[in-house]
């Protein structure tokens, strides 16, 4: 159903802004609009919040029994294959006197679709990316208790696949077994992660599947899953067979990190600060330019969203944020590490770990 008190909420914010509408495609943006998320396809779709507390939809005509389902009696504009959809969009424009207006783009929406409409109608489109990202970034204790289900659940699953890794699988076979474990128990979206064997770990968003783990081997898991609606997100690297004195001081170095991360990530803290105190502990080693990402992302209706844990994202952390917390070492065709937990910002403004599961170094023998 609609979330009429935030439609009435992002209509203050639009008006603020002097910005006439929000379109918002299909996306964890809409799933917090509705509580729902139609399949996003090449066909144009998206949902329209005015700065008058007006919705509506446009659609292709095969979703439209489903955007009535949702709308609730708001209007729906269906469009067919056969015709240019941008026609539709102008008609529900014009009805709705968005004509020549500025209307803010969320993140979901396609760029083809855009600059179709942009070239056939009369508006100005303006970045909408944070409106309802920071609308959700303080998460509600409901909100907060789902976060922490779904961190236990992979912590379980994580728990299980240390007796389950062995020299001969693929990265596959354990991706398999992750996303099995995930649904045992209780977790939804089980879409796996990385899995990455040794010099594929060197490349932080690596999606192979094929290299075997030998009789000695790093590997790098990095997966989640949601729990009504709420993201997981984990990564934790083990060793195959004994690890040598060079993994150990590497991987050392990302725990540290990792607790440096986290023990900055305090209510109030300057987000910044955050970022350079872990990042500090992989530079002083001489390894910062193999740190290449920021510490950590926010978390919830999506995998990544407000609040970003880096640099240049200039927050200070609240009550009901939650964030990742997630150094790595990366080094070119020889190897990859990185310790991931989620953390958050709770009710009384204390720091809490919701990963449980061990992160010292694990030696599968």
Known sequence: MIN?????KLAQQLKNDGVSALLV???ADLMFL???KPYLCERFQAMVVTDK???????????EAEAIGFMEGNKVYPWMDSTDFTLTVKKAFEEFGLIGKKIAINGAVRA??????MNNIEFTAVNGKDYLELTRIIKTSEELDNLREASRIVDKVFEDLIHFIKPGLTEKDINDEIVR???HYGGSDCHGGIVAVDANAANPHYFGNSAVVGEHAVVEMDFGCTYKGMWSDITRTVIVGKATE?????YNLVLQANLAGEAAAVNGAYIPDIDAAARKIIEDAGYGYNFNHRLGHGIGYAGHEAPYIHGDYHMHLAPGMAFSCEPGIYIRGEIGIRIEDLVIINEKGETEILNKCTKELIEIV
């Open 53 to 63: 507390e007006e919705t509506f939809y446009i659609c292709n005509a095969l979703t």
């Open 25 to 27: 495609a299909p996306s």
């Open 4 to 8: 009429k008190d935030l439609v009435k």
């Open 34 to 36: 509705v509580g729902h």
């Open 246 to 250: 060079r993994e150990k001081y590497l």
């Open 181 to 183: 474990l995930c649904k």
């Open 112 to 117: 083809f679709n855009l600059i179709r409409m």
